[in-house]
């Protein structure tokens, strides 16, 4: 069996923490993740825009930034039963059970919420999981999977998603 691939990398930076981890990765911090997405397609497109492409990475980029960058670059990844630091980013004079309840909901019904109605109006990426590598790459591969199939007219899938949280660590999710 031939199979073409082709990946794309973007960059973004956001802050983080593992509120079960036993070690340093409990406190707050940030990271650099490096994201890549691989794409796989046994024949090449056989004309207009893509001729000869698994996808135009110009396609998997403007994706990539769309459900990736937009909403987690210079954010906050967080874990909805992180109540501790959920509260937080609590906007001051807000009722705690009010301003969580739609965040709440948000997640149980998508897996993740958006949002900058926060005490700083910082950008706050809530998940129904702790947000560690292994985790956010198979996340994104869930969001990103459906529109790779998509902007590729059927003829690419997306196969991996790694994401990099330093230089020398990084997670990946794939499915066959």
Known sequence: MTNFTV???IAIDA???VMTHGSKCRHLHGHR?????????RHLQAGGEQSDMVLDFGFLKEEMLAVIDAPCDHGFLAHVEDTELLAMFRPEGADAAEWLAPIRA????????????????????????NPTAERL?????????RRVEQR???????????????PNCRA???EP
């Open 106 to 129: 948000a997640v149980a019904a998508q897996g993740y919420c958006l949002t900058a109605a926060t005490r700083l109006a910082t950008k706050l990426y809530v998940l129904d999981v």
């Open 33 to 41: 993740y490096t994201v890549e997405a691989t794409c796989v397609a």
């Open 7 to 9: 990946t794309r990398q």
């Open 152 to 166: 590729s007219g059927g003829l690419a899938r997306l196969s991996e998603m790694v994401v990099w949280e330093t």
């Open 15 to 17: 802050g983080h923490r």
């Open 172 to 174: 990946s999710y794939a």
């Open 137 to 145: 790459s198979r996340h994104w591969f869930g969001l990103l999977k």
